[in-house]
């Protein structure tokens, strides 16, 4: 088990440009989860998955944003025309719908600075 | 919708002193309530988390924390703080057992001095 991994760790981009993040869960967990967060404050919900299907997706997201997860293993989080008020932390987590707990396990997070 | 306070953005304690991080929320429903912690540079893990039955629940490092249905909270507690405790701790609660978003507070930070 090597636990959550995010690619790449930190991004730097100009505003106007795409970009995108990869996560790849805990092999075993089919609910896979995307939060973001800036500073000074809680991570904030964008979307979830179970296996390939996406269940939620936060009205706060605009259509800029886009996420998949094809084969119900790793996703990738799209940011179109990225805005200066993009530059976050986004994290991933995961959980297996098994556990009745549904503990989640997240990620160390790709850190995003727009220019 | 759910939403969650932490109450303090900064406790600053002395080494084996005790400590309370706070947490209250409100929902219109019954949720289930947790506490993460999160180390510089590390990602988010679960500290405890209260689902059901007793309303005292006790977590990894010696932390635990109540459930307090009448005033909606769900403080945490440790009775003796160590230096390796000094981190950021969130609070959050989540409408169902089957997944779906967890709402998070702003954030506590701990800091430990010796």
């Known amino acids: 088990d090597t636990g959550v991994s995010q690619d790449p760790r930190h991004k730097i981009t100009k505003r106007g440009q795409n970009v995108t993040f990869r996560c790849d869960p805990i092999s075993e967990h089919n609910r896979l989860y995307w939060y973001r967060q800036t500073l000074g404050q809680g991570p904030e919900f964008l979307t979830y998955?179970?296996?390939?299907?996406?269940?939620?997706k936060s009205r706060l997201l605009s259509d800029r944003f886009s996420a998949e997860r094809p084969k119900g293993s790793f996703s990738t989080l799209e940011i179109q025309r990225t805005e200066q008020g993009d530059s976050a932390m986004y994290l991933c987590?995961?959980?297996?719908?098994?556990?009745?707990?549904?503990?989640?396990?997240f990620g160390s997070g790709t850190q995003l600075s727009v220019l | 919708a759910q939403s969650v306070t932490q109450l303090d953005s900064q406790v600053p304690v002395f080494e084996e002193a005790p400590v309370e991080l706070r947490c209250n929320y409100s929902s219109s429903v019954s949720v289930y309530l947790f506490w993460y912690v999160q180390y510089p540079n590390q990602g988010l893990q679960l500290l405890l988390k209260?689902?059901?039955?007793?309303?005292l629940v006790k977590g990894i490092n010696g932390f635990e924390a109540e459930f307090n249905k009448s005033q909606t909270s769900f403080h945490l507690r440790k009775p003796s703080v160590h230096i390796s405790d000094t981190a950021e701790y969130f609070c959050?609660?989540?409408?169902?057992?089957?997944?779906?978003?967890?709402?998070f507070g702003d954030g506590t930070t701990l800091t430990v001095k010796p």
């Open positions: 209260y689902l059901s039955g007793s309303t």
């Open positions: 959050a609660v989540r409408l169902g057992p089957l997944g779906g978003k967890s709402t």
């Open positions: 998955f179970q296996n390939e299907a996406q269940l939620e």
């Open positions: 987590a995961s959980s297996d719908r098994r556990d009745s707990n549904e503990k989640l396990f």
